[in-house]
């Protein structure tokens, strides 16, 4: 059984920042998964924020994100992280991290106030 679990959220003034791990635990080669962070704010869909190719080499952002976000894997770890900075109060969502989108963690909630 894979598990994924998320780390790091909580609350921070707009223009802080937050560092989201994710590690995996269970029978997953986790070093062959695509990863990535997703996000779902209240009344929307859950979006991409980021994604990590299996060997770290290939990283895609949102456009809201780009320049904020760095994503970034430790495949001897089984952990993926999300560091986000200069914090807005749009980012305000739970943060969710998922490989390849087959498996899914319970996600972590961030909040940013103004």
């Known amino acids: 059984q894979v598990q994924l679990v998320e780390s790091g959220g909580g609350l921070v003034q707009a223009g802080g920042s937050l560092r989201l791990s994710c590690a995996a635990s269970?029978?997953?080669?986790?070093?062959?998964?695509?990863m990535g962070w997703y996000r779902q704010a209240p009344g929307k869909q859950r979006e991409l924020v980021a994604t990590i190719s299996a060997g770290g080499a290939d990283k895609n952002y949102a456009d809201s994100v780009k320049g904020r976000f760095t994503i970034s894997r430790d495949n001897n770890k089984k952990t993926v992280y999300l560091d986000m900075s200069d914090l807005k109060p749009e980012d305000t969502a739970v943060y969710y991290c998922?490989?390849?989108?087959?498996?899914w963690g319970q996600g972590t909630q961030v909040t940013v106030s103004s």
């Open positions: 998922s490989g390849s989108k087959i498996y």
């Open positions: 269970g029978s997953i080669y986790f070093s062959l998964y695509l």
